[in-house]
């Protein structure tokens, strides 16, 4: 009896730490698993030295609703803005030419990031089931503010709400489902 009420206790113990995480991939990967399987991309583009965004990994992406939610009707990618990775979208290669790996703060942006307007970090891209640019949420979401964007674009209201007053109502009514831990 003591055998079971010890793997009880250590079946739940270890069930938090092993709560669901997010499947966390390159842009190639994604857009290559959208060819079998259209799904939109959520890509969180961040920086190494960026303070907001370790703590949007810390608290915002573990939560396991919103990881349950993700992993199930998006890819997630998570790209580097002052990384060097070098790879070929719609055609149009893209590269950090100025990358300086010794750097041990700031680096040079990337040309992709660049290229899709991202001016502060974290910023949330969603991309569409092809691969095309949806809109950039910039800085720190929580799991209910991100809920609202994730459900926003997985549902295609985004096609809908196009005015300021259909957005404002959107969001008013807006009813968040994920759990949340109380800070």
């Known amino acids: 009896m003591r055998k079971i009420a010890f793997l009880l206790v250590l079946m739940v113990a270890t069930s938090s730490v092993y709560a669901q995480k997010i499947n966390?991939?390159?842009l190639e990967e994604a857009l290559k698993a959208q060819e079998k399987n259209p799904k939109?991309?959520?890509m969180d583009v961040y920086t190494n030295w960026c303070g907001p965004c370790k703590y949007l990994d810390k608290t915002t992406f573990q939560n396991e609703d919103l990881a349950n939610f993700v992993n199930e009707?998006?890819?997630?990618?998570?790209?580097?803005?002052e990384g060097d990775d070098?790879?070929?979208y719609k055609g149009q290669p893209y590269a950090n030419p100025d990358y300086n790996p010794?750097?041990?703060?700031r680096n040079s942006v990337h040309e992709f990031a660049s290229a899709m307007g991202i001016t502060a970090y974290p910023?949330?891209?969603f991309l569409d089931e092809t691969g095309n640019f949806l809109v950039p949420i910039k800085g720190y979401q929580n799991a209910?503010?991100?809920e609202l964007y994730l459900k926003l674009f997985y549902q295609d209201a985004y096609k809908e709400v196009n005015t300021k007053e259909l957005w404002e109502k959107f969001q008013q009514d807006f009813k968040p489902e994920f759990k949340v831990a109380q800070q």
Request: net charge positive; no cysteine.
């Open 24 to 26: 966390w991939l390159s």
């Open 40 to 42: 939109k991309i959520m």
């Open 73 to 81: 009707h998006y890819y997630a990618v998570k790209f580097n803005a």
């Open 86 to 88: 070098a790879f070929t």
């Open 102 to 105: 010794s750097a041990s703060g």
């Open 123 to 125: 910023t949330i891209v």
């Open 144 to 146: 209910n503010q991100l």
